[in-house]
T-cell receptor
């Protein structure tokens, strides 16, 4: 059974701090990794995707991938109260780029 | 200029009824998906169509039947609704290149409540 695991949180950080969200996955064949943000009652919104080991930066967001450790993380710099949401990690099933498995999400709370 | 849209947004119905949810995307993508998000917020793939061909068919009761009349539309019909079908159903779409599917974009969701 392929799995994606996230700490459910809540992860509470003060405004302006760096929030670090982590995700581990079980399928060594996975090639595509995604972070989605979901506000309560809304749909998942794509934040970042990463395919290669290392870091990928986009504005205040940095995705980090370590395939050897089967670990992907999302760093949010200068966290804002508007970043408060649930962050979903999604990983493709090794032999299918179409099929994604989602983690249960980490709830982030940014305190003003 | 909504990218992925779904109708209806809310659906309240009684057990045993049959209902449909519709999805449309104007992103020019060729692959569409149905996901179910239950009360515990787990988001699970149900079906996927690529160019109107069913490519993902997860272990879903056969009361659920997807249909894709064209690349831009994907519908979900549910027969004999049960209490356990209550959830939020999300449609998503992505572009493919060869056999590779790129990132998926989600619609606003349809909250189905079965009473």
């Amino acid at each position: 059974q392929k799995e994606v695991e996230q700490n459910s949180g809540p992860l509470s950080v003060p405004e302006g701090a760096i929030a670090s969200l982590n995700c581990t996955y079980s399928d060594r064949g996975s090639q595509s990794f995604f972070w989605y943000r979901q506000y309560s009652g809304k749909s998942p919104e794509l934040i970042m995707f990463i395919y290669s080991n290392g870091d990928k930066e986009d504005g205040r967001f940095t995705a980090q991938l370590n395939k050897a450790s089967q670990y992907v993380s999302l760093l949010i710099r200068d966290s804002q109260p508007s970043d408060s949401a649930t962050y979903l990690c999604a990983v493709n099933v090794g032999d299918s780029s179409y099929k994604l498995i989602f983690g249960s999400g980490t709830r982030l709370l940014v305190r003003p | 200029d909504t990218a992925v849209s779904q109708t209806p947004k809310y659906l309240v119905t009684q057990m045993g009824n049959d209902k449909s949810i519709k999805c449309e995307q104007n992103l020019g993508h060729d692959t569409m998906y149905w996901y179910k998000q239950d009360s515990k917020k787990f988001l699970k793939i149900m079906f996927s169509y690529n160019n109107k061909e069913l490519i993902i068919n997860e272990t879903v009761p056969n009361r659920f039947s997807p249909k894709s009349p064209d690349k831009a539309h994907l519908n979900l019909h549910i027969n004999s609704l049960e209490l356990g079908d209550s959830a939020v159903y999300f449609c998503a779409s992505s572009q493919t290149s060869g056999s590779y599917a790129y990132e998926q974009y989600f619609g606003p969701g349809t909250r189905l409540t079965v009473t």
